[in-house]
């Protein structure tokens, strides 16, 4: 990021939110076992549902395990599942969409064809044959989700490379003879690379919503991981007689969805000095 | 074997003489004609026919619609429906006298050749319907007479009487099946208190009252069956009035129901066990010492009061009470919940505790892979998640894998099954042991041909079993079933968690109703509406 | 106009193979993931002869590429096929379906388009204001619950405490206004986003500072300049946001017992039913061919100088 956008980044409060969040979320992930008060799989089929208290801050779920404990422990789940999945989305999506955009003819159609297939193809369907395939969990939930964001980049990718094709320092590179390989890496990826990062950031915000709705059709992570996904898909059953149990892991998701938004946001405005504000 | 056909008289001439004279003192008993009953439940039917469909979500719509030859009652007895009486005339061969007078929702009358064409479509159309193999030996029906039907197997069939009873076994009109073609499924014809008007997919069932009936007539105008998958959003349905009657209500707002005047629990005894099984001929659970500690390691009461919360039943056995055949296995004194007979039996086995608490063997960790899906039956993922917890404290490590039903269900199906254990529900529909303990236990029904998912093999259950299943004579069927099962008792090759309980809530203002133990069975012939 | 009409029948040619490829992926996956539509559907007392003789019968015994082929042929002839579990006509099930999703969609496109774009149009023109961030703030809490958990609190709050809407269930408009608006949630905040951003982008263009010196009132200037220019891409999201809505918002519609698309499509992948399954993606699909059609074809309209490629 230039000085330039970084001051531009700075003067945004609604991104600075964003910044604070996301390292609030990291901060919590990377000290879980130092904040959590109990073990967060530990049962006590007694408490089950207890009302926050002095012992559960939070309250207990319906096995009697801390809600504190699991909603803290469950950062871990939720950006680990956010930052794989981003990163599977934008390295396919990248690749695919720089390889179709630069060799153009018949590599190129083929291609967006497949991309067209994975779109129309339902994305429940894809994730059912992941998690049948290799069996639900953190990671095989995570490879699902990437795969559901890798046509999205794709198009993406492909239509900035198609624009930077034309731009004339690239032309120039080309008459200078510079290969295609060379040309994605020096001029068309470092181009690429601000949008790739924005939209990443919104990504991680969509994947943690993608994976509740994966466990609440009971495909996502499993139990007793703790996932806020599933806490809340199993909560909801009982939202009338103790909302608690699904209330906090929902402000969780909600905030960390939150802060990727924000900072998604922020950062594309501070990359793009279009969108400037007044 | 003979069977009367005499049926209460309707108390309904009582009721109107008693209100005419002003008895108003017993308001509850007055029965109302007219109204609609709107029943909420979690999903759609696949068909209304039982040809092409054997889940309880199209049964509930259909048991009202189509009838058999017996019906089974709230108590599993057995009376006659649309046959008055039956003889054994064989050992193969039963002869049914059919009720005269009886009229489809088409017009067409009940005779010997409809009870012809529905057992014949279903057990030898192309293709046979889908619980024909539920039917077991049972070949098809001859016409004797209009009105004289005989019911034929193809080797003796012990349990004939309560299959003929199935939900599945209504029967059809023949004229409509063949003037509908394959669009019965979604306009069945049959003799019951209620006939079809629509079906809209994934949003409700309707059916009025059948005007013709032979029996007493239905009290309710209509029923709307609608669709609710969600739990929450079902109960929420019950309390605004929106629905008078929830199927599957939410198990932790029962105790709130109960209370209020407003609703109604109803509740029954169904026939459905829930277990974890143990594979074995898979070591170390081929060892019955192994076996046992983890039936001690379980604390089933703890499950039963915190995870399923009074919607169901402790197991007493492989088979619910109430089946044909039962034999209380007293697994309570049998397997009480004991942590250090748990141990002590796994240290006979061989087995102690390691540097981590999980027991060891030669350096070999006591490591069990475990097969589950969620959602299936009520709870099942919860009971796996504290089995596995339960079974950690006696030091023995349970790896779930969890798998979505489908895939599951071709693993369970599938030969070998590499796995130590499974959380599976059993339901003897046909409440008969025999549809339990012939293909669970038998030596011979291995996957993926029966359903002995616990490689089990006792030869002398296997001739307990096969004997009952031929013989006729049901107090000799009834003392070979006991048999079995206390020799089940000391092999132990499942871990019985729960005996499902049959829950309905409705308003307040539904009367008549009763739980069927058999979940297939709604039976709304005699609710009324008190508004 | 002619031009449209041949770029349109081009486009929809091109669809074919896309079509024909997603069915083909579909079958193998199917094929792939464990599980079986007969032995399910046959239950657990099924024997292994009962569920052979009725894969034989359903023709499912057969090789992939020779069952592909069928269902190809079949497709030719405009036969969408029967349902494995339910022995119905997959068009019929369609039939039922498709117009609730429909409804829905459009339902909660124009809720999102009438809250979201008003909202970026605002935020826009005072960016960085109080109700920018307000707006943004509030449109992103809409983005960022899982709509499982909204829904729910939504039944609470207008069937249960305010009696004023049905549990769920379709009919009458009053059933459509709860997941019509669960649905348009996330929509919205999306729509707000990219409205503010396009608006704020033409905004500083030389045109519309040339507009604003000579003096025309601000309102006017937005409407007039800003929002025609940034309705290309609030176009384009709302074509994307159409199509994903159509492929079945699954969790709205079990939520709120909506008898759409999705639900239809979970089932037959839960019962590993690919006739139907197959039908339903078709119809996803050609619904997704469509509307981006429609939005290539309203990119003329709103903007003339566009020319039309591929």
């Not at chain 3, 499982?148 to 379709?170: D, E, K, M, N, Q």
């Amino acid at each position: 990021m230039s000085a330039d956008a970084a001051r531009r980044f700075g003067r945004n409060r609604l991104a600075l939110l964003g910044l604070a969040l996301v390292a609030g979320l990291v901060l919590v992930a990377a000290a879980a076992p130092l904040l959590a008060p109990q073990d967060p799989v530990k049962q006590s089929l007694f408490e089950k549902r207890a009302r926050p208290d002095a012992k559960h801050l939070l309250g207990a779920d319906e096995f009697g395990r801390d809600i504190l404990s699991r909603v803290i422990y469950g950062t871990r789940v939720a950006l680990l599942v956010g930052t794989l999945a981003a990163a599977i989305a934008v390295v396919a999506g990248g690749a695919l969409g720089c390889v179709a955009g630069f060799a153009g003819g018949w590599l190129d159609a083929t291609i967006m064809r497949g991309i067209e297939i994975l779109l129309a193809f339902p994305y429940l369907l894809l994730a059912i044959a992941i998690v049948s395939a290799l069996g639900p969990g953190v990671v095989n939930t995570t490879i699902a989700v990437g795969v559901w964001g890798t046509p999205t980049v794709a198009r993406m990718v492909r239509a900035s490379v198609l624009a930077l094709k034309e731009t004339e320092y690239v032309r120039a590179a080309r008459a200078l003879g510079a290969g295609g390989p060379a040309l994605v890496l020096r001029h068309i990826l470092p181009n690429v690379l601000p949008t790739l990062c924005v939209y990443a950031t919104l990504f991680m915000a969509n994947a943690v919503l993608v994976e509740a709705a994966l466990s609440f059709l009971g495909l996502g992570v499993q139990p007793p991981t703790p996932s806020w996904g599933l806490m809340v898909s199993t909560g909801r059953d009982v939202l009338l007689v103790a909302p608690h149990v699904a209330t906090m892991p929902g402000l969780a998701i909600v905030v960390s969805v939150l802060g990727f938004n924000l900072l998604g946001d922020g950062l594309r405005d501070a990359l793009d000095p279009r969108l400037r504000g007044a | 074997m003979k069977r009367g056909g005499a049926r209460l008289a309707t108390p309904l001439a009582l009721l109107a003489a008693a209100l005419a004279l002003g008895a108003l003192a017993t308001p509850a008993a007055a029965q109302k004609r007219g109204g609609t009953l709107t029943i909420v439940r979690p999903t759609d039917p696949v068909s209304l026919d039982p040809h092409y469909e054997t889940t309880a979500p199209g049964a509930w719509v259909y048991s009202n619609i189509l009838e058999s030859l017996i019906a089974i009652d709230e108590k599993l007895e057995l009376h006659p429906k649309l046959a008055t009486s039956w003889d054994v005339i064989s050992p193969t061969r039963v002869r049914f006298k059919l009720r005269p007078g009886v009229r489809f929702h088409d017009g067409t009358p009940l005779d010997a050749a409809a009870v012809k064409f529905t057992l014949d479509r279903a057990l030898k159309g192309t293709p046979p319907g889908r619980w024909a193999s539920l039917a077991g030996p049972l070949a098809g029906a001859e016409v004797v007479d209009d009105l004289t039907v005989d019911v034929v197997t193809s080797e003796p069939f012990g349990p004939i009487l309560r299959s003929l009873a199935l939900v599945y076994a209504g029967i059809v009109s023949p004229t409509a099946v063949v003037k509908a073609g394959p669009d019965f499924s979604r306009a069945p014809v049959g003799t019951g208190p209620f006939k079809f008007v629509e079906w809209k997919t994934n949003t409700h069932v309707i059916l009025e009252r059948f005007a013709d009936y032979w029996g007493d007539k239905a009290p309710l105008d209509r029923v709307v069956f609608r669709v609710l998958p969600e739990e929450g959003a079902r109960m929420i349905a019950l309390q605004t009035g929106d629905a008078d009657m929830v199927l599957f209500p939410s198990p932790i707002q029962l105790a709130a129901l109960r209370r209020d005047p407003k609703f109604a629990v109803h509740e029954a005894t169904g026939l459905r066990v829930v277990f974890v099984g143990m594979h074995a001929k898979q070591p170390p659970l081929d060892d019955v010492r192994v076996r046992s500690a983890l039936l001690h390691a379980v604390d089933l009461k703890a499950i039963l009061a915190n995870i399923l919360e009074g919607a169901a039943l402790p197991a007493r056995g492989v088979l619910a009470p109430g089946v044909f055949g039962f034999k209380d296995m007293r697994l309570d004194q049998l397997y009480p919940f004991d942590r250090g007979r748990a141990k002590a039996l796994l240290a006979q086995a061989g087995w102690n505790p390691g540097p981590d608490g999980v027991m060891q063997k030669g350096g070999q960790r006591l490591t069990l892979t475990w097969l589950a899906a969620r959602g299936r039956y009520p709870k099942d993922g919860e009971i796996t998640e504290a089995v596995q917890a339960m079974l950690r404290d006696v030091g023995v490590e349970a790896k779930v894998e969890w798998r979505e039903w489908a895939s599951a269900f071709t693993q369970f199906r599938g030969d070998p099954l590499s796995f130590h254990l499974f959380t599976l529900g059993w339901v003897t529909s046909s409440t008969d042991a025999d549809s339990s303990l012939y293909p669970l236990f038998h030596s011979r029904q291995l996957p993926p041909g029966g359903w002995n998912t616990s490689r089990y093999a006792n030869a002398r259950v296997d001739t307990l079993v096969e004997q009952a299943r031929r013989s006729l004579n049901q107090g000799e069927r009834e003392r070979l079933y006991g048999e079995a099962q206390d020799l089940l008792a000391k092999d132990m090759v499942w871990i019985p968690i729960y005996n499902t309980k049959e829950i309905v809530a409705t308003r307040a203002s539904v009367k008549g109703f009763g739980v069927h133990p058999v979940e297939y069975f709604l039976p709304l012939g005699k609710v009324w509406l008190d508004r | 106009m002619a031009g449209s009409l041949t770029f349109a029948l081009r486009r929809l040619l091109l669809a074919v193979p896309v079509l024909l490829g997603v069915v083909f992926i579909v079958m193998l996956t199917l094929e792939l993931v464990p599980g079986d539509a007969v032995a399910m559907m046959l239950g657990e007392h099924a024997t292994k002869a009962a569920v052979d003789r009725l894969r034989e019968h359903l023709g499912l015994d057969k090789p992939l590429l020779v069952r592909y082929a069928q269902y190809v042929g079949q497709l030719a002839r405009g036969d969408l096929g029967r349902s494995i579990i339910q022995n119905r006509p997959v068009v019929d099930e369609l039939a039922d379906t498709w117009p609730a999703t429909l409804e829905l969609t459009v339902a909660a496109l124009l809720i999102a388009a009438l809250v979201g774009v008003p909202a970026g149009v605002v935020s826009a023109v005072r960016p960085n204001s109080s109700f920018d961030a307000l707006a943004r703030l509030g449109s992103l809490f809409g983005l960022s619950m899982p709509v499982f958990w909204t829904g729910l609190v939504l039944i609470v709050l207008f069937s249960l405490w305010l009696p004023w809407l049905p549990v769920g269930g379709r009919g009458s408009l009053a059933h459509l206004v709860l997941p019509a608006v669960a649905l348009a949630l996330p929509s919205i905040a999306m729509l707000a986003r990219l409205t503010r951003s396009s608006v704020l982008e033409v905004l500083h263009e030389d045109y519309v500072r040339t507009a604003r010196a000579k003096g025309l009132q601000e309102l006017a200037v937005v409407v007039k300049h800003g929002l025609r220019n940034a309705l290309l891409p609030i176009v384009t999201l709302v074509g994307i946001q159409a199509g994903q809505l159509m492929g079945g918002a699954v969790l709205t519609e079990t939520v709120f017992a909506w008898p759409g698309l999705g639900r239809l499509m979970v089932k037959a992948i839960f019962a590993r039913d690919y006739v139907l399954l197959q039908g339903a993606v078709l119809v996803f699909a050609l619904a997704f061919v469509l509307v981006n059609l429609l939005v290539d074809l309203s990119y003329g309209l709103l903007d003339p100088r566009i020319s039309r490629q591929g």
